[in-house]
């Protein structure tokens, strides 16, 4: 049992090892030491030491030169670089919807939100290469716009748009991605109801 243990924590690094064990004992006898034998299999070590730092690609397309395949292959992991982004960060998921405009609402909306990611990634790259898209709007998460409604004593309402001030890890990003907060729009005066009688 504590060899498969062992076996286990040592993951691929266990094909690596060849292990003699001994036959087992009769089941009258009560064994309380096993010797075994074990050995680096050093051709397949220098097997795996020559293959790190590559990539193996297979396919069935056995006339295509391997240069042509990397090609096909490439837009493939951007694909589903993009597919796992929807998914992970972005949290899209299927809706089913009944009538096709719905559907293409949805599918429109989805991509918007991918456009942004993949837009702010870039921004990132240059300016804050150690963040992540992620990172960054969980960041932002907690910074709000908001209406604060004041009514007046003719019936209208003074309306304060707001957005919160930025702590000092938000105006560091702010100021790194050169992205200037608005200033605080005036408040507006909404027109005087009538009074129903």
Known sequence: MKLGAAQQAAGRAATLVTLTLPPPPPTAERVRRVDFTFALDKAKLRQIRRREGRYLLRSNLTATDPAQLWEYYLPLVEIEAAFKTLKDELAVRPIFHRRPDRV????????????????????????????????VLDKFAAMQLLDVHFPTTDGRELIFTRHTAPDADQQLL?????????????????????VQM
């Open 104 to 135: 293409e609402a949805h599918i429109f909306v989805a991509f918007l939100a991918y456009c942004l990611h993949v837009t702010l990634r870039a921004q990132l790259r240059p300016h804050a290469p150690g963040l992540t898209v992620r990172q």
């Open 174 to 194: 702010l100021a790194q991605l050169g992205w200037p907060l608005p200033a605080q729009p005036p408040p507006r005066l909404t027109a005087k109801r009538a």
